[in-house]
């Protein structure tokens, strides 16, 4: 399916034209008329333990949030995003670490795709496309994310949409890869279950980005290779 999730993104949609944003960097005030468009209230309050980034009363349809981010925190937009993201998509309580897995995987792309929705992303990924000028960083700072976000929703939308295959690595500084997706074919080390194992991405080359995306275009002129050049070194260029 190339990363892309059609019925999480008609979920979005569907909660983005209600409260009527379809594009540009999304502020606090559209995020609480998301949460109220679901009968949920915010609260923010002082004693949220340092290790909990919220609480959800269900009962009561009340989200609590800190009154204070934590240093190096998540948005805290991104947690509310992501618990409204179970009750869109009808999550219950997991039933083994697998569900919750996917859970997980489905309630960060919703928040995605709520941050970064899909119609006026992909409008300026072929725009971009057609003027050989795509670069993560446009997208990152047309919606107002994280590098990141940015590269992980580019991975939604490029295979699907854009037809390029690709392939997404966030890498530490010591070279270790724990964050992985590919499908243009490229190898990742990987463990006895096949999982991608926490091991240097390369043992003869020291990077210092975290996040890296190639675009794999295999053009078969050398004057489109130049072309997308340029795009691959702004994509690893943080």
């Known amino acids: ?33 998301m949460a109220e468009h679901l009968g949920f209230e915010l609260h923010y309050v002082p004693d949220l333990p340092l290790s909990t980034r919220s609480i959800a009363d269900l009962r009561n349809r009340r989200i609590y949030l800190p009154q204070v981010q934590a240093p190096g925190s998540h948005d ?32 960060n792309y919703f928040a995605a795709a ?12 072929q725009t971009a496309k057609k003027e050989r000028q795509l670069a993560i960083e446009d ?27 690709v392939h997404f690595m966030r890498v530490h500084e010591n070279g270790v890869i724990y964050k992985a997706y590919e499908n243009d074919g490229v190898s990742f080390p990987t463990d006895v279950l096949g999982a991608i194992a926490h091991k240097p991405a390369a043992a003869t080359k020291k990077r210092s980005e975290r996040v890296m995306l190639r675009i794999s275009t295999l053009a078969p002129s050398t004057s489109r290779c130049a072309g997308w050049r340029r795009v691959l070194h702004r994509c690893r260029s943080l």
């Open 139 to 165: 997208l990152r700072d047309a919606f107002a994310v994280s590098h990141q976000t940015a590269a992980h929703r580019f991975t939604n939308l490029a295979t699907h949409h854009l037809g390029l295959p």
């Open 76 to 107: 805290v937009r991104l947690h509310v995003l992501q618990m409204l993201g179970h009750v869109v998509l009808g999550h219950a309580e997991p039933k083994d670490y697998p569900d919750f897995l996917r859970q997980r995987v489905e309630v």
């Open 1 to 33: 399916r190339g990363n892309y999730y059609p019925e999480i993104e008609a979920a979005a949609y569907g909660i983005l034209k209600a409260v009527g944003h379809h594009g540009g960097p999304l502020s606090q005030r559209v995020m609480v008329q």
């Open 114 to 125: 709520l941050r970064i929705p899909e119609h006026s992303a992909v409008d300026l990924l």
